[in-house]
């Protein structure tokens, strides 16, 4: 699967507290958010499983 940069702006206390959680989790801030992302994409019925995916591509 590529990858694409885009910027974000964020406030710096979400971005202090996504540091903080990204720590926890020994996670880099990036991979904290996409971490997040995915999971609530997935939840939300946004995103299709990793299996389908591959077959659609």
Do not use: C, H, Y
């Not at 590529?2 to 926890?24: G, N, P, T, V, Y």
């Not at 880099?28 to 299709?48: M, P, T």
Request: overall charge negative; cysteine-free; proline content about 2%.
């Amino acid at each position: 699967m590529a990858k694409k940069a885009f910027a974000l702006r964020i406030d710096e206390k979400m971005l202090s507290a996504l540091q903080r959680w990204a720590d926890d989790e020994f996670r880099s801030v990036n991979g904290q958010i996409e971490f997040l992302l995915n999971d609530a994409l997935k939840k939300a019925g946004r995103l299709k499983p990793a299996t389908e995916q591959a077959e659609d591509d």
